[in-house]
C-alpha cells in the first residue's frame, strides 16, 4: 500500500515541491559545506604559507625533544629554523643582519626561491643566501665570500621569495639564510644572546588541530604557539570574516530550505485531509494511517536523500576542479565524507523540525470530515510547532556552521523581528480592511493569519538572498578599505632624530606616499596602580607580551587616523597622562584613572590612563599601544618610525636610499601585502558559487509560498468564472494581489536585511552600520518577481474549466 500510494503521489505531482525543497535542502548543504570546508582548507594553506608551516612552536631557548615526539604521534611533518642577529663583514664594510638558520626540509608550507635558481630547497653548507639591499649595502656580489661571526660563507644566491613572512615587523633586516648546520660554527649564539628557535609542523587539518589543543597546555612560559590567525593580523581578519560569511550563507541556505519544506507539507497535509478521513471510514486504524504515511514521508526522505546526494557529489566534484583553477594550491584533498554526512542530517533535521508538524496535523483529521467538510484538524499550538522548527533549526545551523554566535544572532534576532513585522503585518490589514475597496487587497484581508503568513515566508526568503549579497558586499568594500590603493609596503625604523627631516624629504622628493614619522622610547611596563606588573602576572597573563618585554612607546598631539576614542578624554598634555589600545587594556584589567609605572633605560616615569582607543591593526602602518603627551617622554631619547608606499616599478630606487642612511633598518613587507592581496582576491571569487544556491533556494521558497495557496485560488476562481468573471478579470485580479504580496514582502525583507546586517557588522565583522540605498530598490523588484512567476505559476486557476473544479468539490 506504501508503494502504490507513493508512485501515484509522485506521478501526480503531490509530492513534487516536497521532495524539490528537500533535494534542494541535501543538494545545496552538501555542496556548501563541501565548498566551505575546501575553500577554506585552500585558504588557510595559502596563508600557511606566509608561516612556513601550519603551526609554529615560537621558544626563547633551545627547542625541546617534546615537541617532536606530539609531532610524530599525529603522524606531522616538521621542520626547525633558528633565528638571531649578527654582523655581516665583506672587508672593511660591516652590515648589522637578520640570520634564519633553517632544516634540509624547510619550507613546509610555501616556497623559498632566489635568484639565479637553486637546486637544492635550503642553502648547502658552507653558502649562504640573502637579500638583495645586503649586497648594496656592503657592495658585495653573488660569488664573494662573506663572514658571519667566526665563519666564512660564499654567497650563492639573492631571495627572491622567502616563505615565512607572518612574523611581526620588528625582526632585523636585511637577512641572511643559512643552513642550520653551519650554525655552530659561526659561534655567533652566546650567553645571552636574542635568539628564536622554531618548531614547524604541516599536515592534515584534524591532526593539525590535535597538536595545537595539546601544545597548548604543554607550553613554558618562554615558548608562543602561533598559528595562520596569530602570526599575522592583516591576513587573519579577512579569513575570519570571510569563514563568517560562509557560515551565514549556510545559514540562509538551510533556512529557505526549511520553509519550503514546511511550506511543501502543509500544502501536502491539506491536499490529504479527505483522503485520510475516507481511510478512516473505509476501516483503518489511525495508527495505520500514522503508519502508513510515515512510511510514505520515509520513502520521500530516501528519494530526497538519494537524488540529493547525487547532485551534491556532481557539483563538489565540478567545484573541485574550478577551484583547484583559481587557487594556487596544488595540495587540495577531496574529501567528500564529512560535506554527505552534514548534507544526510540537514534533511532529517529539516523534515522534523518543518515537516513533522503539519504531518501530526494529519493524524488529527476526523472522520465526520467525509461528512462535514468545514472539520479541520486540531493543529499544534503555535508555540508547539515553533519550538520543534526552532530547536531542530537550531542544531542544525550550529552543526553547519560551528559559529553558534552567529547562529543565535541570525536566528533570534530573526525570530523577533519577524514575530514583530508579522504583529504590524496584521494590525495594518485590519486597519487597511475597512478603508480600501479594492477587491484583491479584500482578497488579502480575508484571511489575515494566512495573509500574514505568505508575505513573512516570502520576507524571509528575500531577507536570506539580500543577507547574502549585501554582506558579500560589504566584506568586499571593507577589505577595500582595509588594504586601499598605496597602501604602505615598507617600514623605516630605528630612524635617527637628526635624519627624520633629511628622510622625510627623500621620500617626498620621490612622491612616495608616508605617514607620519612617529617619535619611538623604549620603555618596560613595571608597575600598576605602585604594584609591581611580576606580581600580578597569573598564569593567563603569561601569554601577554606586554609584561615580559620592552614596548614601542610614542608620543603624538592629535589622536592617530586608523585610531577611534572610546572612552575619557584626547591627550591635553597638562598631566603626566597616557591612552592605552583598549583590548590591552581589558586583558591587563586597566580602566580610567590607573597609574601606570614606565621604566626607561634613563629614568623612570609614572602616568595616568585619560583615555582608551581602539586601534586598527590591520592598516600596515605604524600602531602602539601606549601613546603620551609630549612632555612626558620629551627628554628620553628617542629614534623614529614610519611606513610608506613605493610603487612596484621605482622598486630599484630602495637601494639607493639604502646605501644613504645605512643606520636606519628597512623593512619590505611588499610580499606580504600581495599575499593578503592574494587571499581577497580569492575569496571574492570563490563566494560568488554561493549566491547561485541561496537564489534557487530563495525561488524555490516563493514557488512553495504560491502553491500553498493554490487550491482555494483555484476553486475562488472557479466559482467566479462560474458566475460570469472573465478571464481577464482574474488575470488582473490576481496580478494587483501578488503585486501586493511582493511588495510587501520586499518591504519587510529590506528592513529585516538592514537591522540584521548593522548587527553582523557591528558585532561579528568588526565593520560600522551603515544604511545600504540601492537596497531599497528591492520591493520594486519583488513585487515584480512575484507578479511574473505567480501569473505563470497560478494560469491553471483561470485556464481549467470552472465545471471541472467544481465537480472536485
Known amino acids: 500500500m506504501t508503494w502504490r500510494l507513493f508512485w501515484r503521489e509522485l506521478r501526480a505531482g503531490e509530492f513534487t515541491l516536497l521532495i524539490a525543497a528537500l533535494i534542494l535542502a541535501v543538494t545545496a548543504t552538501t555542496t556548501l559545506s563541501f565548498f566551505t570546508h575546501t575553500l577554506a582548507q585552500a585558504i588557510n594553506q595559502q596563508a600557511a604559507r606566509l608561516l612556513a608551516a601550519d603551526v609554529v612552536v615560537v621558544s626563547s631557548r633551545p627547542l625541546r625533544a617534546d615537541w617532536s615526539q606530539l609531532a610524530q604521534q599525529h603522524r606531522l611533518q616538521t621542520s626547525q629554523t633558528i633565528e638571531f642577529a649578527t654582523v655581516a663583514q665583506q672587508g672593511d664594510n660591516f652590515q648589522l643582519s637578520s640570520i634564519k638558520a633553517v632544516a634540509d626540509n624547510y619550507p613546509l ?12 630547497r635550503t642553502p648547502a653548507q658552507g653558502t649562504v643566501w640573502v637579500e638583495e639591499r645586503l649586497l648594496n649595502l656592503l657592495n658585495s656580489q653573488v660569488g664573494q665570500r662573506i663572514t658571519l661571526g667566526e665563519a666564512e660563507f660564499i654567497i650563492a644566491a639573492t631571495i627572491a621569495v622567502d616563505a615565512d613572512m607572518g612574523g611581526s615587523f620588528s625582526a632585523f633586516s636585511p637577512k641572511i639564510i643559512i643552513n642550520i648546520a653551519d650554525v655552530p660554527k659561526t659561534n655567533a649564539i652566546q650567553q645571552g644572546s636574542r635568539v628564536s628557535y622554531r618548531f614547524l609542523v604541516a599536515g592534515k587539518s584534524q591532526a593539525v588541530s590535535q597538536f595545537s589543543q595539546q601544545a597548548k597546555d604543554q607550553l613554558n612560559d618562554y615558548e608562543r604557539l602561533r598559528d595562520i590567525h596569530s602570526a599575522n593580523k592583516q591576513l587573519s581578519k579577512p579569513i575570519i570574516n570571510a569563514n563568517s560569511y560562509l557560515s551565514l550563507a549556510s545559514i540562509a541556505s538551510v533556512l529557505l530550505a526549511g520553509i519550503a519544506v514546511a511550506l511543501a507539507a502543509q500544502r501536502f497535509s491539506q491536499r490529504h485531509f479527505d483522503s485520510f478521513a475516507l481511510m478512516r471510514c473505509l476501516g483503518y486504524s489511525r495508527q495505520q494511517l500514522i503508519n502508513l504515511y510515515a512510511s510514505q514521508l520515509a520513502a520521500v526522505s530516501g528519494f530526497g536523500l538519494v537524488i540529493g546526494s547525487s547532485l551534491g557529489l556532481a557539483f563538489s566534484l565540478l567545484l573541485f576542479e574550478l577551484l583547484g583553477q583559481f587557487l594556487p594550491v596544488s595540495d587540495l584533498s577531496f574529501d567528500f565524507i564529512q560535506p554527505l554526512i552534514t548534507g544526510l542530517s540537514t534533511a532529517l533535521l529539516t523534515l522534523i523540525g518543518f515537516a513533522l508538524p503539519a504531518f501530526l496535523r494529519l493524524a488529527q483529521v476526523s472522520p465526520l470530515r467525509v461528512m462535514r467538510r468545514e472539520l479541520t484538524p486540531v493543529s499544534l499550538s503555535m508555540l508547539s510547532s515553533t519550538g520543534i522548527a526552532l530547536v531542530a533549526l537550531f542544531i542544525l545551523l ?8 552567529l547562529t543565535a544572532i541570525v536566528l533570534v534576532g530573526g525570530l523577533v523581528l519577524a514575530t514583530l513585522l508579522g504583529a504590524c503585518c496584521g494590525w495594518l490589514l485590519g486597519y487597511l480592511r475597512t478603508r480600501i475597496k479594492e477587491q484583491a487587497f479584500a482578497n488579502l484581508t480575508r484571511q489575515p493569519q494566512q495573509t500574514v503568513g505568505q508575505i513573512l515566508a516570502l520576507a524571509l526568503g528575500f531577507t536570506a538572498v539580500l543577507l547574502v549579497m549585501v554582506l558579500r558586499s560589504d566584506l568586499f568594500q571593507q577589505w577595500q578599505t582595509d588594504l586601499p590603493p598605496n597602501t604602505p609596503n615598507h617600514f623605516a625604523v630605528t630612524i635617527p632624530a637628526e635624519q627624520k627631516d633629511s628622510l622625510q624629504q627623500q621620500l617626498e622628493q620621490r612622491h612616495w606616499s608616508h605617514t607620519e614619522f612617529y617619535p619611538v622610547v623604549r620603555g618596560r611596563l613595571v608597575a600598576i596602580n605602585g604594584e609591581a ?55 591587563l584589567k586597566l580602566k580610567l584613572g590607573d597609574t601606570l609605572s614606565f621604566q626607561m633605560a634613563e629614568g623612570k616615569v609614572d602616568v595616568k590612563i585619560t583615555s582608551l582607543r581602539t586601534v586598527d591593526w590591520d592598516s600596515f602602518q605604524p600602531n602602539f599601544f601606549f601613546i603620551f603627551p609630549e612632555q612626558v617622554l620629551k627628554n628620553y631619547p628617542a629614534s623614529y618610525l614610519t611606513s610608506f608606499y613605493v610603487p612596484p616599478t621605482e622598486k630599484a630606487k630602495m637601494a639607493d636610499i639604502i646605501r644613504q642612511y645605512p643606520t636606519i633598518i628597512f623593512i619590505d613587507i611588499a ?4 599575499e593578503a592581496q592574494k587571499l581577497l582576491a580569492q575569496l571574492s571569487q570563490g563566494i560568488l558559487v554561493i549566491l547561485v544556491f541561496v537564489v534557487l533556494a530563495g525561488c524555490l521558497v516563493l514557488i512553495a509560498s504560491l502553491a500553498a495557496s493554490f487550491d482555494s485560488r483555484l476553486h475562488e476562481a472557479a466559482l467566479l468564472r462560474a458566475l460570469g468573471a472573465k478571464r481577464q478579470q482574474l488575470q488582473w485580479r490576481t496580478g494587483i494581489e501578488l503585486a501586493i504580496l511582493g511588495l510587501w514582502a520586499g518591504l519587510l525583507a529590506v528592513l529585516l536585511t538592514e537591522i540584521i546586517t548593522a548587527l553582523i557588522s557591528v558585532f561579528l565583522l568588526e565593520g560600522k552600520a551603515h544604511i545600504h540605498a540601492w537596497l531599497w530598490l528591492t520591493p520594486l523588484f519583488s513585487a515584480s518577481l512575484v507578479l511574473v512567476i505567480g501569473l505563470w505559476h497560478l494560469r491553471k486557476t483561470w485556464q481549467v474549466s470552472p465545471m471541472v473544479v467544481l465537480k472536485e468539490v
Open 109 to 120: 608550507r610555501g616556497t623559498l626561491s632566489t635568484q639565479p635558481k637553486m637546486t637544492t
Open 398 to 405: 550550529s552543526l553547519e556552521t560551528g559559529n553558534i554566535t
Open 671 to 674: 610580499a606580504t601585502l600581495n
Open 533 to 587: 606588573t611580576k606580581s600580578q602576572q597569573k598564569d593567563e597573563d603569561k601569554q601577554d607580551n606586554s609584561l615580559n618585554r620592552e614596548l614601542n612607546l610614542t608620543w603624538t598631539n592629535k589622536l592617530p587616523a586608523n585610531n577611534e576614542l572610546v572612552e575619557g578624554k584626547w591627550l591635553t598634555g597638562q598631566q603626566a597622562e597616557v591612552s592605552v589600545e583598549k583590548d590591552l587594556a581589558e586583558r
